[in-house]
């Protein structure tokens, strides 16, 4: 964790406490590879830190099932295709580009490509499109949004190396969890525009969003530990006051109106 994640838990946290409701804590730990026990540990010792408190709902890890299910229907449907291509051959083909990197163009859409090969699963985003039609989603703080899905296009809902993508998982794991306001940092906004789409393919309950802005570097990046932004647990190692820093970031969500 660092300083944008402890600003996303305090907004979440105050959001949920000033609506009477709970600030749930699930924990993301699909990639079995970068998901271990002292990560998990030191991720909960830090919001203690920031003196928040929170209920738990069960990991990703305990909901694979859920998963399976909900991609072998949207299979099932004409609305997910298998795909082989690695980031090499997208790039080659010179993509569009999009909020969140090259929008893929279609390169295994119509190709006959056996289940046995590895591969990823994408939205059929064309076919989803027709069978939902127009759809809306409410942000808190910019208000009834149409949704424009096409801005990420076909992505990807199961990994070739995961059981779903991030847009699968969380979309699912919201729904089977109650949640009624997700919040998270306005560079997800585009993302949501997707998750809208696969609540209205699968059934789910619509909720609300609220997208806060971001901390950023002197750069103007947002913040990143590839990037050496410090890390909450090299804070609270160095003795800073965890209750103090919680103080300047409610503030801070306060001036910004966030």
Request: net charge negative.
């Amino acid at each position: 964790m660092h300083m944008g994640h402890a600003y996303s838990a305090i907004v979440a946290h105050e959001l949920a406490k000033d609506a009477g409701g709970r600030f749930l804590l699930r924990i993301e730990d699909l990639d079995r590879t970068r998901s271990r026990a002292e990560f998990t540990d030191d991720f909960l010792r830090n919001l203690e830190w920031l003196g928040l408190e929170w209920d738990e709902v069960a990991p990703q890890s305990t909901r694979l099932q859920s998963y399976a299910n909900a991609a072998e229907w949207l299979f099932e449907k004409g609305l997910l295709y298998r795909c082989i291509c690695t980031r090499s051959d997208i790039l080659a083909a010179n993509p569009e580009m999009g909020p969140e990197g090259p929008i893929y163009p279609g390169i295994c859409k119509d190709r006959d490509i056996d289940r046995s090969e590895p591969g990823a699963l994408r939205l059929d985003l064309e076919r989803a499109m027709v069978r939902v039609g127009q759809l809306e989603w409410e942000d808190t703080l910019v208000g009834t949004q149409t949704a424009h899905p096409e801005l990420l296009g076909d992505v990807v809902l199961v990994r070739k190396d995961l059981p779903a993508s991030y847009h699968l998982a969380a979309t699912l794991d919201d729904a089977a969890d109650g949640v009624t306001l997700v919040t998270r940092g306005s560079d997800l906004f585009a993302a949501t525009h997707i998750h809208r789409v696969l609540q209205q393919l699968l059934g789910l309950p619509v909720y609300r969003w609220h997208h806060h802005d971001l901390i950023l570097d002197e750069h103007g990046r947002k913040l990143a530990k590839r990037r050496g932004s410090p890390g909450l647990s090299d804070l609270r190692e160095a003795g800073e006051n965890g209750l103090m820093l919680a103080d300047k970031l409610r503030l801070r969500r306060l001036s910004v109106g966030t």
